[in-house]
Every structure is written in structure tokens, then in C-alpha cells.
Nanobody, 119 residues
Framework: QVQLVESGGGLVQTGGSLRLSCAAS????????MGWFRQAPGKEREFVAS????????NYADSVKGRFTISRDNSKNAVYLQMTSLEPEDTAVYYC????????????WGQGTQVTVSS
């Protein structure tokens, strides 16, 4: 059984940075797309960034382009999200996901980690 465990969330001031980590166990996810979604209070879960297993293609939501960077280490079965220039609008629970096709119906999800950006 695959488990995804996120870490690295916390409270940060506007303009600050955080690095989220997601460690997978149970099987190798080297042939899966991996990425991040987030859900703010009262809002639907939304896509943030992905790292494809074919060619290492990355994709970002427009709202985070130029501020967030996704990376991946298949030897550690892990994916990371470096977040810079954080804004209060980035406040959300961030979820790691893995799937052959990364969508809101992804195969595997972590439990989430809270990111709070104070103004």
C-alpha cells in the first residue's frame, strides 16, 4: 500500500519561504507523475505543481509560476516544493499526490500539511 507523507509546512510571514517535502513508501513511484495540490478554507482543492515521470516535465498553476519550484528525487521516492515570495493567498493545506495522470482523482494522496502566510 502506498503512503505519502508531507512535511515542512508552518507559519511564515509575507515574502517568506518554505520547502515542503513528500516521502512515499510502499512502492516505487518513479513511473508516476507526482505533484502538489492545495485547499484553502472554503475553497475547492486546486492544482499547484507537477513533475512528470516522462522527461521530467514540470507544470505550475499560473498563481505560483516564478515563485514555486517543484523537484523530485526518485532515489528517495520523494517530491519537493520550494515556495518563495509567499503571499497570504497561498495559505492552505498542501497535499502531495501521485498518479499516472495527476488530477483531482489521483491515485495516491498524502494527509496534507498546513501552510499559513501572515500579512
Amino acid at each position: 500500500q502506498v503512503q505519502l507523507v508531507e512535511s515542512g509546512g508552518g507559519l511564515v510571514q509575507t515574502g517568506g519561504s518554505l520547502r515542503l517535502s513528500c516521502a512515499a513508501s510502499g512502492r516505487s513511484l518513479s513511473s508516476y507523475d507526482m505533484g502538489w495540490f492545495r485547499q484553502a478554507p472554503g475553497k475547492e482543492r486546486e492544482f499547484v505543481a507537477s513533475f512528470g515521470w516522462v522527461g521530467g516535465k514540470t507544470n505550475y498553476a499560473d498563481s505560483v509560476k516564478g515563485r514555486f519550484t517543484i523537484s523530485r528525487d526518485n532515489s528517495k521516492n520523494a517530491v519537493y516544493l520550494q515556495m518563495t515570495s509567499l503571499e497570504p493567498e497561498d495559505t492552505a493545506v498542501y497535499y502531495c499526490a501521485a498518479s499516472h495522470r495527476l488530477t483531482l482523482e489521483s491515485d495516491y494522496w498524502g494527509q496534507g500539511t498546513q501552510v499559513t502566510v501572515s500579512s
